[in-house]
């Protein structure tokens, strides 16, 4: 069964972290490429930050790069993503999926992320 499932979420002030964390099902991570998506309300889902297999990173949004992390524990099927000196727009439902994700690829629950002022 395919699964996603993200916590690490909260409510953080301006400059706080947090650890975002996602446990995959092995048909999901095994062999690929993974990746943090969010959703900011009333934008498209975009994706954040990827992962290699082994361990290669690439993050798309520049606004977020130098703050954000992402790595993984390939035998605990889990992905990671590290938000730093965050900031009120870092605000966003955050989402794991891998990448690229199939269109039949369903999304987990994700992980609320509030950062306030």
């Known amino acids: 069964q395919v699964q996603l499932v993200e916590s690490g979420g909260g409510l953080v002030q301006t400059g706080g972290s947090l650890r975002l964390s996602c446990t995959a099902s092995?048909?999901?991570?095994?062999?690929?490429?993974m990746a943090w998506y969010r959703h900011v309300p009333g934008k498209q889902r975009e994706l954040v930050a990827a992962?290699?297999?082994?361990?290669?990173?690439?993050y798309a949004i520049d606004a977020m790069k130098g703050r954000v992390n992402t790595s993984r524990d390939n035998a605990k099927n889990a992905v990671y993503l590290d938000l730093n000196n965050m900031k009120p727009e870092d605000t966003a439902v955050y989402y794991c999926?891998?990448?690229?994700?199939?269109?039949?690829?369903?999304w987990g629950q994700g992980t609320h992320v509030i950062v306030s002022s």
């Open positions: 092995k048909e999901i991570f095994s062999g690929n490429v």
């Open positions: 992962i290699t297999t082994g361990g290669t990173t690439y």
């Open positions: 999926n891998r990448y690229p994700k199939s269109s039949i690829d369903s």
